[in-house]
């Protein structure tokens, strides 16, 4: 059965900038497929992105994930994704698996980790595999919506 919450974290760090990937679908090739078969990618990146794939595509698991058992540093493949191009996602008709406020929780969770770690985000990006703007009332909702930052006014 395919489990609706995430069982690793949607949103990776890249340096001092933390991505929200929103889908895995695209209008075009997508930033791995363009880099070719040998693109590798820190493996933290490559486990976001394989929980986004099995959530937006209900599959009880996407390829390539590993054992869960990821050291830091490593560098993995990301597996390749052979969908059609779509021009646009219609959340409210396609009712996502990836929410809004799941998303939201991801952040502020991150940020809270941090702020523990001692780590600061400089920015949020919203980008991952595919492309984000096909999820635009997801996109608009995220950088609408006040985050829960640790150390901060909101």
Do not use: W
């Not at 054992?67 to 560098?75: A, L, M, P, R, T």
């Amino acid at each position: 059965m395919l489990s609706p919450a995430p069982l690793c974290s949607l949103t990776y760090a890249l340096g001092r900038s933390l991505y929200v990937p929103l889908t895995c679908r695209s209008n075009s090739r997508t930033l791995p497929d363009t880099r070719g078969p040998g693109f590798v990618l820190p493996a933290d990146v490559v486990g976001s992105l394989l929980e986004v794939r099995r959530l937006e595509l209900h599959v009880a698991h996407a390829s390539g994930g590993g054992d869960g058992n990821i050291s830091s540093g490593e560098k993995m493949l990301l597996p390749p994704l052979d969908l059609s191009y779509v021009s646009h996602i219609d959340d409210t008709v396609t009712s996502p698996i990836i929410t809004d406020d799941m998303l939201c929780k991801d952040i502020e969770s991150r940020f809270q980790e941090a702020k523990r770690s001692r780590k600061q985000y400089d920015s949020l990006v919203i980008a991952g595999e595919g492309e984000p703007t096909l999820r635009l009332s997801t996109l608009l909702s995220i950088v609408r919506r006040p985050i829960a930052v640790p150390g901060s006014n909101n």
